[in-house]
C-alpha cells in the first residue's frame, strides 16, 4: 500500500528530476513545502509560472533577463570593448561576484562535445563572431572551465578568433592559494607554468 498521496508523489517525482536533488532531497523538500503555509507555496508556484514568461536572452550577450539589453549591457560605465566569453549564465554571475571584472560578457550556452550532439552550431559562437565585427571590441577573454570540453571550446574559440583584430586572452589557471604544488595534478601544474606572470 502506498502512503504517500498521488499530489505529494507527484511533487516529489517533479522536484526529483531537477539537478543534484536526489529522491531523499526531492522527499524532504516537498515535505517542507506541506508543513508550510499555502501561501508560501502558491507564491512559489506563481514564480515558477511566471519564469518563462518573464525572462528571456539578452540580443547581445546572451544572459537571462527581463529587458533586452540586459542590464549589464545598458550599462554605460562598463567597458564595451572587453568581453569575456563563458560558458553558461551561471558562470557569468560567479565572475560578476568577485567585483574584478569590469567589461562585458558573451555567454555561449554549452561547451563542444561532438558525443552529445554539440558542435558549433549548436552554441554561441556564431554570435560571437558577428559581435565582434559589428562592436568595437578589443579585447576577448576567453573564461571557459579547464574540463575537456572547455578546453576543446576555447581552442576552437582561438582559431575562429585568428583572424580578427582583437587582442586574445585566458583567464591564468593554477595551483590554487594555500595548496602545496607537490599534490596539484599534471594539467594543473602545466598550465600554472604557462600561465605564470612576470613580478620584475
Known amino acids: 500500500m502506498n502512503v504517500v498521496p498521488p499530489a505529494l508523489e507527484r511533487l516529489i517525482n517533479d522536484l526529483n528530476r531537477l539537478p543534484g536533488i536526489g529522491k531523499k532531497t526531492a522527499t524532504r523538500l516537498a515535505l517542507y513545502l506541506l508543513r508550510h503555509s499555502a501561501v508560501e507555496a502558491r507564491n512559489l508556484s506563481r514564480d515558477l509560472a511566471e519564469l518563462h514568461d518573464s525572462i528571456k536572452l539578452c540580443g547581445n550577450c546572451f544572459t537571462f533577463s527581463e529587458t533586452d539589453p540586459c542590464p549589464l549591457c545598458a550599462d554605460s560605465s562598463r567597458d564595451a570593448g572587453l568581453v569575456c566569453v563563458v560558458e553558461e549564465p551561471a558562470d ?4 560578476e561576484k ?11 550556452h554549452g561547451v563542444l562535445s561532438p558525443m552529445d550532439g554539440i558542435g558549433p552550431a549548436e552554441i554561441k559562437i556564431d554570435a560571437l563572431l558577428s559581435r565582434i565585427d559589428r562592436q568595437q571590441i578589443r579585447e576577448v577573454l576567453i573564461a571557459t572551465s ?3 570540453p572547455g578546453e576543446a571550446t ?6 575562429r578568433l585568428q583572424d580578427k583584430k582583437v587582442k586574445i586572452t585566458r583567464l591564468a589557471c593554477g595551483i590554487p592559494m594555500g595548496m602545496d604544488i607537490k599534490y596539484a595534478d599534471d594539467m594543473t ?9 612576470n613580478t620584475g
Not at 568577485?98 to 555561449?108: D, E
Open 92 to 95: 557569468m554571475m560567479a565572475v
Open 98 to 108: 568577485t567585483g574584478a571584472f569590469k567589461g562585458m560578457y558573451h555567454i555561449l
Open 146 to 148: 579547464s574540463t575537456v
Open 154 to 159: 576555447a581552442a576552437y574559440l582561438l582559431q
Open 189 to 197: 601544474l602545466s598550465r600554472a607554468i604557462e600561465s605564470r606572470e
